[in-house]
Every structure is written in C-alpha cells, then in structure tokens.
C-alpha cells in the first residue's frame, strides 16, 4: 500500500506561480513512478507530469515550459512548481504514484487561477 498526501493548492491570479507537494509513504514508494493529473469541471483527468524513480521526467504539452516536476528521494517527496498559470489550469490536481500492476492516487487538491 502507497498512501499519498497533497499541500499547497490555492487560488492564485493569472501569471502567478504556485508550488503543489506529495508526501508519499509506503513499502517500496521509491522505485515507483510518480506524477500529477488534474481534472476540471466537466473534463476528464489528464496527465500533467510524472517523474521516475531515476528522474526522467514527462510532461503534457499544455504545461511545457510553465511546469516542472521535482522529487526527493529522501523524503519520498514529489513536487509540481507551477509557473505563468493560466485560468485553464484551475482545476483539482491529484499525486499518483504508479508500478506495474498498481496505482494509488491522493485526495486531490484544488488549484484555482483567476483574476
């Protein structure tokens, strides 16, 4: 069992920049892959970013550039640095972490960009 916990979620104007956090615990949390998805009101969950266990990063294109994703190993920590948001990112943003034949997802947290 993963359990995954997100902070840092807000409401913020277009432009400014925001930073979420994951604490992940856990059997073997640290060979999983983990990332963030977001949903809007009305839409699917999408993929914003993940990030391996040995770093490697992918990112969906509407964030490249703006996002980074980030992680420490030691605290078994993943982060999302959000920068130049735009009201089309508002939306509830979930950590994840994911293995073959698993997958585990946090609470959520809500990220609202409006003026």
């Known amino acids: 069992q993963v359990q995954l916990v997100e902070s840092g979620g807000g409401l913020v104007q277009p432009g400014e920049s925001l930073r979420l956090s994951c604490a992940a615990s856990?059997?073997?949390?640290?060979?999983?892959?983990l990332g963030w998805h977001r949903q809007a009101p009305g839409k699917e969950r999408e993929l914003v970013a993940t990030?391996?266990?040995?770093?490697?990063?992918n990112y969906a294109d509407s964030v490249k550039g703006r996002f980074t994703i980030s992680r420490d190993t030691a605290k078994n920590t993943v982060y999302l640095h959000m920068n130049t948001l735009k009201p089309e990112d508002t939306a509830v943003y979930y950590c994840?972490?994911?293995?073959?034949?698993?997958?585990?997802w946090g609470q959520g947290t809500q990220v609202t960009v409006s003026s």
């Open positions: 990030i391996t266990s040995g770093g490697s990063t």
């Open positions: 994840a972490a994911s293995y073959p034949g698993s997958n585990y």
């Open positions: 856990g059997r073997m949390v640290s060979i999983y892959v």
